[in-house]
Structures are given as C-alpha cells and as structure tokens.
C-alpha cells in the first residue's frame, strides 16, 4: 500500500477554480469507484467532502466536485473562497481485506 | 447527534504500549466500521485500520501488522486501538472515525501520542 500521490500545493484567487489530482494504480484508484476527499484545517479533524468518486454529504457545497479517470481522481473546487485555504487529502480503497491508502495531501492556499 | 470522544493525551516510553479509546454516542455503535488513521506532526494523513464492531473482525494496514490491536467493548459503545513496541516515529494525534473507511464522515477530536525517552 503505497501512498497515492498528489502535488504538494495548488492555489487560485477567489472565485477561480483549482483542480487537484490524485494518482494511484489498478489495484486502488483505478481499480474501485471508492475515491473520497477530505478536508482538514489547520488543527481540526478531517472533513469528508467527496465519497465514491463524485458523491458529496450533505452540507458540503456543490462548489466541490470529483471525477475519475483512470488511476487518476481529481477533486475540483469551483468560485474558490477564503475557508477553503485548507490542506486535502484522497483516499481510496486498496482491495484484499477492505484495506485504504491516503494521498500524499495538497496544501491549496487562496491567493 | 453523532458524536466519537477519544481519551486524552498520553506520553510513553520507546518499547511501550498505548491504548486510545473512542466513545462512540448518537447512533447504533455496532451498525458502522472505525476506524483509525494517524497524522504526525506536519505530515499526512496515515489509514491504520478497520473494526467491525459487530463481529469484531479487523483489517490493519501491512506497515502496522503485528504491531496494532483494534478492538471494542459494544456494552459501552467503545473501541479502542493498542499500539505497541512504540518508537519516537510513533509520535503524532490519533484520530478515530466513523466507517466505512471509503466515507469517514464522523471523526474523533484525536488523541495526541508523545513517544520520548
């Protein structure tokens, strides 16, 4: 289970949409429509904003989409805010076992 | 509303244990997966395992294998994650969450584990 990678940063100025991927292999993000994203603030716990791939809770903007394809998820948010200066992270289930790998995170600063 | 309170802060030596617990409140407590993931001071989020707390049933990361017990009491609708042979690498908050681990929507305040001679 190796970490799915991300880039480390990403940035937009508000209103402007920013897009982040995440790769991985076919034995997890290409393999499964299991992909979520999450959410984390400095000092706070995580924040489900996306599950199984494109699906958002309720509560979590319709600013916040995702897609799939291949082995590579993208989380997009749109009309970028000052609260989403956050750091996210993907996730995807990895198979044998019911087992689950995170990204390598993405620090998105709002310019 | 749902809600998971972990135990406080602990400190331990190298070579111990430590053994977080994660009340859980506000919902059926064996009808969801916990789950727990790890984050190191400044570093990402690390998915260290499952529990079915119905059956009992668990799936831990290989890296941990050996190493992490997860487990439960159902009469008081808590789980708990043991991790032992602990190293300074071991130091970082200890988040539990609500499964399954592919929408973790309900998350623990965490736990913060200093391993220090």
């Known amino acids: 289970q190796s970490a799915l990678t991300q880039p480390p940063s990403a940035s937009g100025s508000p209103g402007q949409s920013v897009t982040i991927s995440c790769t991985g292999t076919?034995?997890?993000?290409?393999?499964?429509?299991?992909v979520s994203w999450y959410q984390q603030h400095p000092g706070k716990a995580p924040k489900l904003m996306i599950y199984?791939?494109?699906k958002r809770p309720s509560g979590v903007p319709d600013r916040f989409s995702g897609s799939k394809s291949g082995n590579t998820a993208s989380l997009t948010v749109s009309g970028l805010q000052a609260e989403d200066e956050a750091d996210y992270y993907c996730?995807?289930?990895?198979?044998?076992?019911?087992?689950?790998?995170f990204g390598t995170g993405t620090k998105v600063t709002v310019l | 509303q749902v809600q998971l309170v972990q135990s406080g802060a602990e400190v331990k030596k190298p070579g111990a244990s430590v053994k977080v617990s994660c009340k859980a409140s506000?919902?059926?407590?064996?009808?969801?997966?916990i789950n727990w993931v790890r984050q190191a001071t400044g570093q990402g989020l690390e998915w260290m395992g499952w529990?079915?707390?119905?059956?009992?049933?668990?799936g831990y990361a290989q890296k941990f294998q050996g190493r992490v017990t997860m487990t439960r009491n159902t009469s008081i609708s808590t789980a708990y994650m043991e991790l032992s042979s602990l190293r300074s690498e071991d130091t970082a908050v200890y988040y539990c969450?609500?499964?399954?681990?592919?929408?973790?929507?309900?998350w623990g305040q965490g736990t913060l584990v200093t391993v220090s001679s």
């Open positions: 969450a609500r499964g399954p681990h592919t929408a973790m929507r309900y």
């Open positions: 506000g919902y059926t407590f064996t009808s969801y997966d």
């Open positions: 529990m079915n707390p119905n059956s009992g049933n668990t």
């Open positions: 076919s034995s997890d993000v290409g393999g499964y429509n299991y």
């Open positions: 199984e791939v494109s």
């Open positions: 996730s995807s289930y990895a198979g044998s076992n019911n087992l689950g790998v």
